[in-house]
């Protein structure tokens, strides 16, 4: 009796003194928190203590920007598509083209044009949104205007400070950054001071190394790729071409002959970039 009531009292004792499972989890998990924020009240500590320096942007040099002549052991070309005197009803199909390519072309319009054609705003609107460039082509194309008269550098500069603001205006905030001259830089047209006034706005300016000729009376889909042929055999097969369009119907039915040809000859297909600028100009001006 008396060793039953012995082991009774020991197995109460026992079962009085042994530990329970449940502080074993507490234990662990205050364990646990101590060690997570001693780790993370190190760490703040840590970036407390750093210093952030400030440097002045005049005081960083940075490598100049490779020009890529070269792709996977081929030579790097591009084209640069370019079509005047628009906003016209054959923009959209010019543009439809274009985008079924996907490829972006670069536009110079007149604002005359703008003015005369009740769509421009809304084919204006797409390019800007669609990766096009928007480049100036003059308000008027007045020959007299812009290189007859006596200040005839400042009207030049003027119409396209026009064109700019109002082709911001359509756009909701694009501003061009490049012009092309109606007739060309060369020729007779353009002076030193024209140069000027341009430098004294911002403005670049382009005209072509191939021009397509789309503008002649009886051009044709057979003519227009003659010349192109003949011109870029005749420059040699330059690394970097811009391509003179206007926006005629012969143009909306050569346009996809010419996009081929060029594929055929490995050109990759570029807009107009201001933060790339080359230079093509007849006038031979290292400043337009």
Request: aromatic share 14%; proline share 3%; glycine share 8%.
């Amino acid at each position: 009796m008396a060793r039953q009531q012995y082991y009774s009292n020991y197995g109460s004792y026992g079962r009085r003194n042994r530990v329970k499972p449940q502080a074993y989890i507490i234990f662990t998990l205050v364990a646990f928190l101590l060690v997570v924020g001693s780790f993370v009240f190190n760490i703040f500590q840590q970036v407390n203590s750093l210093s952030v320096a400030t440097v002045e942007p005049s005081s960083l040099n940075f490598e100049p920007i490779t020009t890529v002549n070269s792709w996977h052991n081929k030579e790097a070309k591009f084209v640069y598509l370019t079509f005047d005197d628009g906003p016209s009803q054959n923009a959209e199909k010019i543009l439809d083209i274009l985008d079924s390519y996907d490829i972006k072309g670069t536009f110079f319009v007149l604002g005359s044009s703008i003015d005369r054609y009740s769509g421009s705003k809304n084919i204006l609107k797409r390019m800007a949104d669609t990766g096009h460039y928007i480049g100036m082509h003059s308000m008027t194309h007045d020959y007299s205007t812009l290189y007859g008269e006596e200040n005839a550098a400042q009207n030049f500069a003027g119409e396209m400070l026009e064109e700019q603001a109002l082709l911001k205006e359509i756009t909701g905030g694009f501003e061009s950054e490049l012009c092309r001259a109606p007739y060309g830089t060369g020729g007779g047209t353009f002076t030193d001071a024209h140069v000027e006034e341009l430098n004294k706005i911002g403005v670049k300016c382009w005209d072509w190394d191939v021009d397509s000729l789309d503008w002649e009376s009886g051009a044709s889909v057979d003519s227009i790729m003659k010349n192109i042929e003949y011109c870029m055999n005749l420059w040699n097969y330059p690394r970097q071409t811009v391509v003179l369009f206007h926006e005629k119907d012969v143009t909306v039915e050569v346009l996809p002959k010419v996009i081929q040809y060029y594929t055929d000859l490995g050109y990759e297909f570029l807009p107009y970039n201001p933060d790339n600028h080359i230079v093509k100009n007849l006038f031979g001006s290292d400043d337009l």
